[in-house]
């Protein structure tokens, strides 16, 4: 019986009010930490942008990319939920999700809306092919290696996703501020949604999952854009490292556990 009770365990954590704390907090780790990369520390928005061939952009999706494929390899390894392990891949595909789609928005022209559609598209595409495959897309179902990996593709799209819709609100007339305003109250929208609806838990979850990534990106731009584009003007190293110090101690304190598989129930009797 132990056993069962053991394998009903998914390998992602349990949908808390802790986990959307931590996930906002990645989220906007993810944008000043990509921002660091692609646009500070390799230049993309300086006058020596694109020096030597080099894209910023595509150069810092590389490296992130490089990460999260690394940690996505030990995460499906791995033969429990780790929460370390867990959120690091968060981190990292919300990164990697920024430059992608700066790269994508920017440097191929398609600007936001362009960007936003196409990535729309993926993570469709992603869930379409993973229901096809699995007949249901709810994280309570990752307990294997195929839908692990189903997992963190679409996490991986929509982050990316929420990077460019977050831009495009933001770049707009209601600036940083307003943009996090929106994606916060639309978040508040889908909570109330939870609890006083019989609306699909799976539907709004996705939907969540989705928003919280704009969110962060609107908040992390605050942070860090220029004072005279509506920003803190904060250094994009300095928001990065808190951000990441914020994440490692509500780790320690926030209870981690693992989500359970829908049969757990059965399995346990």
């Not at 789609?101 to 440097?107: I, M, N, P, Q, V």
């Not at 960007?115 to 994280?139: M, N, P, Q, R, Y």
């Not at 889908?190 to 609806?197: E, Q, V």
Request: net charge positive; proline share 4%.
């Amino acid at each position: 019986m132990n056993k069962s009770k053991s394998d009903a365990l998914t390998k992602v954590p349990a949908v808390t009010l802790g986990f959307w704390i931590l996930k906002i907090l990645a989220t906007t780790l993810g944008e000043t930490g990509g921002d660091s990369v692609s646009m500070s520390w390799l230049g993309e928005t300086t006058p020596q942008a694109g020096h030597a061939g080099l894209n910023g952009y595509l150069v810092g999706t590389a490296i992130f990319g490089l990460l999260l494929i690394v940690l996505v390899w030990a995460q499906i390894r791995a033969r429990r939920f780790k929460p370390w392990l867990y959120w690091a891949t968060i981190v990292a595909s919300t990164t990697a999700g920024t430059t992608l789609a700066d790269f994508a928005t920017r440097s191929l022209g398609i600007g936001y809306m362009g960007g936003s559609l196409l990535l729309l598209a993926c993570v469709l595409l992603s869930l379409l092919a993973w229901f096809k495959t699995t007949g249901t897309i709810s994280v309570s179902s990752v307990v294997s290696p195929r839908e692990e990996l189903f997992y963190w593709i679409t996490i991986t799209f929509s982050q990316t996703l929420g990077t460019a819709l977050g831009d495009w609100i933001a770049d707009g007339s209601l600036g940083y501020a307003g943009g996090a305003a929106v994606f916060g109250a639309a978040l508040l929208v889908l909570a109330a949604l939870r609890y006083w609806t019989r609306i699909s838990r799976v539907f709004l979850f996705w939907a969540a999952f989705i928003l919280t990534r704009p969110l962060g990106a609107t908040v992390g731009d605050f942070f860090d854009k220029p004072l005279d584009r509506g920003g803190l003007d904060l250094s994009r190293p300095l928001a990065s490292t808190v951000l990441a110090v914020a994440i490692v101690v509500l780790i320690c304190l926030i209870p981690q556990r693992p989500g359970r598989h829908p049969s757990a129930d059965g399995a346990a009797a």
